[in-house]
T-cell receptor, first 110, second 113 residues
Framework: NAGVTQTPKFQVLKTGQSMTLQCAQDMNHNSMYWYRQDPGMGLRLIYYSASEGTTDKGEVPNGYNVSRLNKREFSLRLESAAPSQTSVYFCASESYYEQYFGPGTRLTVT | KQEVTQIPAALSVPEGENLVLNCSFT??????LQWFRQDPGKGLTSLLL?????REQTSGRLNASLDKSSGRSTLYIAASQPGDSATYLC????????????FGAGTRLFVKA
């Protein structure tokens, strides 16, 4: 049972480049989330998806887009990366209001 | 606006000591509170989940309490071990509208052998 998986683990982008962070869960959960974690600031919600086909903005959505491709997969896209998006990105899924996290993607934008 | 604070930001204790980590939140209208452990370079692992109607939850050497009226939760770790060294985060989920969970910045714990 893999739980929540994320790819890639590490990524370096130049300012203005685009990329998609992938997330998949095999626990049949309806809700999925994307967070970013920055030093001293805790995790902040970027987007979430309550169910397949629905997405909603979280606390810091600017500069990001998401796709809930199916029940398993929830991707996060950076259309034009900026240095302020250097962070660690976590995907999570949820069952009965308990969240389960992936291992994270460490993104550096130069 | 819900704010979650964890004090201290870092803590160093000798092995075997019992310790308490603190989490405070400003809005008592919460649905639940979850404690996580995060090892360096890793994701978050759920330790304990306390529903708003509960006062405490226990798992092994861990005990988490919740006092909604005072906006506080504590995570008690008994007989600490070097393997307990990690960052501990608390997160509160609001009970109205949407799926917003607010995280504290965490307490970094170091248990010395």
């Amino acid at each position: 049972n893999a739980g929540v998986t994320q790819t890639p683990k590490f990524q370096v982008l130049k300012t203005g480049q685009s990329m998609t962070l992938q997330c998949a869960q095999d626990m049949n959960h309806n809700s999925m989330y994307w967070y970013r974690q920055d030093p001293g600031m805790g995790l902040r919600l970027i987007y979430y998806s309550a169910s397949e086909g629905t997405t909603d903005k979280g606390e810091v959505p600017n500069g990001y887009n998401v796709s809930r491709l199916n029940k398993r997969e929830f991707s996060l896209r950076l259309e034009s990366a900026a240095p302020s998006q250097t962070s660690v990105y976590f995907c999570a899924s949820e069952s009965y209001y308990e969240q389960y996290f992936g291992p994270g993607t460490r993104l550096t934008v130069t | 606006k819900q704010e979650v604070t964890q004090i201290p930001a870092a803590l160093s204790v000798p092995e075997g000591e019992n310790l308490v980590l603190n989490c405070s939140f400003t809005d008592s209208a919460i649905y639940n509170l979850q404690w996580f452990r995060q090892d360096p370079g890793k994701g978050l692992t759920s330790l304990l989940l306390i529903q708003s109607s509960q006062r405490e939850q226990t798992s092994g050497r861990l005990n988490a309490s919740l006092d909604k009226s005072s906006g506080r939760s504590t995570l008690y770790i008994a007989a600490s071990q070097p393997g307990d060294s990690a960052t501990y985060l608390c997160a509160v989920r609001r009970d109205t509208g949407g799926f917003k969970t607010i995280f504290g910045a965490g307490t970094r714990l170091f248990v010395k052998a």
